[in-house]
């Protein structure tokens, strides 16, 4: 079973709009979770974490435990924020981790 | 501190055969995990190694197995190749946890089955 959802595969803004990239989860105990971000060209990178609570380059997240949702937002995008963007659930396993990421939602920022 | 290197960076292989993938991870950093991602499947968890030792493992047949040497450095090996292991396999290290803590991904090595 699918543990974690991004319903967009392809998210198109105009520079300055506001963003917002859904992650919904599937899981009942205490989750961890992540957005990890692939620039053109680069490596897959972590973007911010839920547990710290900080926002990245203008985006942040809200665990909504209630919805079961992580979404990403940015109130104005830049060009420079065009990527590939991946939810990611960790959950607890035998003192380690078992991953699971969704299938990415590609962000195209528009001049 | 240099970032995870992953040999071979691409790799040819027909049907049938074994293949090898090298990942080291960054200096200190005890945990490597491999995934595979494929554009129908996405990034998938193959498995998680820890001090020489497997911790979890994803849904993978026993085709797919991995080792953890004493410095870290970690192997996956796929035997008997099939036309849908084409991917590109993806290694992350951490430095403690594999999961909770930040993963920093190499560049992957990309495997053409034929």
């Known amino acids: 079973a699918q543990r974690v959802t991004q319903p967009e595969k392809l998210l198109s803004v105009f520079k300055g709009a506001p963003v917002e990239l859904k992650c919904n989860y599937s899981y009942s105990g205490s989750p961890e979770l992540f957005w990890y971000v692939q620039y053109s060209r680069q490596r897959l990178q972590l973007l911010l974490r839920?547990?710290s609570r900080e926002s990245i380059k203008g985006f942040t997240a809200d665990l909504n435990k209630g919805e079961t949702s992580f979404h990403l937002k940015k109130p104005f995008a830049q060009e420079e924020d065009s990527a590939m963007y991946y939810c990611a659930l960790f959950e607890p396993s035998g003192g380690s981790y078992i991953p699971t990421f969704g299938r990415g939602t590609s962000l195209i920022v528009h001049p | 501190k240099a970032g995870v290197t992953q040999t071979p960076r691409y790799l040819i292989k027909t049907r049938g055969q074994q293949v090898t993938l090298s990942c080291s991870p960054i200096?200190?950093?005890?945990?490597v995990s491999w995934y595979q991602q494929t554009p129908g499947q996405g990034l998938q968890f193959l498995f998680e190694?820890?001090?020489?030792?497997?911790?979890n493992k994803g849904n993978f047949p026993g085709r797919f197995s991995g080792r953890q040497f004493s410095n870290s450095r970690s192997e996956m090996n796929v035997s008997t190749l099939e036309l849908g292991d084409s991917a590109l396999y993806l290694c992350a290290s951490s430095l403690w946890t594999g999961g909770g803590e930040t993963q920093y991904f190499g560049p992957g090595t990309r495997l053409l089955v034929l």
């Open positions: 839920h547990i």
């Open positions: 190694y820890f001090s020489e030792t497997q911790r």
């Open positions: 200096s200190g950093h005890r945990s």
